[in-house]
């Protein structure tokens, strides 16, 4: 596996790729299991496999965990090398951002809900980083993990409206056997709070449950049984919501191609997941 820290060396590489095809799975390492099944995706579907490991610093508010973000570069290193990824990109700021940015990609249509308007700021910083790792990177394949959705719908929302040649796909959640949805941030939760957190995937399951059988299928109702639910269980309920699932507009009734989507904290440690109907 080729380490690269700056975007010169990664030019250098892309270009001497010729005209293989290129997965890319972008991270902010401290990786897990539900990177790993990207990395796996993207190798048994194209030539080449790179990864960029980057905590990208314009997707953290100023009261947000940018400083503390788990990071384990080593660890991560070995890992990627076991699974045959081609080439790592791992920049620092300044390679990335030189003397700062003035120009962010904005999404103009969802960017203000959900995660969007508890983390003002957040998407453009997403989206910004995303776009600049695709340049670099040129790939043919990008792959995201759906347990953050709407980054996974913004990102491919990008891709359409401004032509950019990737194909952006979103691939499943990967859980514990309790349902817990992988996350670095979980490194964060106490024994107790790791015991409480597989609470937000079976409330999120037993919505769907209730919409699929009919017993339930207004949106109001479910998700205010949803977020007592979840109370119940010790979350503090930043969001809970059912939107559709392409385009994550407002949706009354529950039915097929709907997203329960959720934030909550426990603690001080703000977890998300979200289930496809
Ligand atoms: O999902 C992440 O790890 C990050 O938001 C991403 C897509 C790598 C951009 O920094």
């Known amino acids: 596996m080729k380490i690269v820290a700056t975007r010169a060396e990664l030019a250098a590489w892309r270009d001497a790729c010729g005209g293989k095809t290129l997965g890319f799975v972008p991270t902010m390492g401290y990786l897990h299991e539900g990177h790993f099944s990207l990395v796996r995706e993207s190798r048994g579907a194209n030539d080449l496999t790179a990864v960029s490991i980057f905590v990208n610093p314009t997707q953290f508010g100023p009261t947000e965990d940018l400083a503390r973000y788990p990071r384990d570069f080593e660890s991560d290193r070995r890992n990627l090398e076991a699974l045959g990824v081609d080439l790592l990109y791992a920049p620092d700021a300044r390679d990335m951002y030189g003397e700062g940015t003035e120009t962010w990609v904005v999404n103009r249509g969802s960017c203000d809900i959900l995660c969007g308007r508890s983390r003002p700021g957040h998407f453009d910083g997403v989206l910004t980083v995303v776009l600049k790792l695709f340049q670099r990177t040129r790939p043919t394949r990008a792959y995201f993990g759906k347990k953050d959705y709407q980054q996974f719908v913004l990102i491919r929302r990008m891709a359409q409206d401004l032509d950019l040649p ?94 329960a989507l959720a934030a909550a904290y426990l603690g001080k440690t703000r977890l998300i997941d979200n289930l496809e109907f």
């Not at 597989?198 to 299928?217: C, D, I, N, Q």
């Open 166 to 259: 990737v194909e952006v796909l979103g691939r499943p959640t990967v859980r514990l056997p309790s349902g817990l949805a992988l996350s670095s941030r979980n490194s964060y939760l106490t024994h107790g709070e790791l015991e409480a957190a597989p609470a937000l995937h079976r409330t999120l399951a037993e919505m769907r449950r209730r919409a699929h059988s009919r017993e339930e299928t207004r949106v109001e109702a479910l998700t205010h049984w949803g977020r007592q639910t979840l109370e119940a269980s010790g979350f503090k309920v930043d969001y809970l919501e059912i939107r559709a699932a392409e385009t994550l507009s407002e949706r009354a009734v529950a039915g097929d191609a709907c997203v």
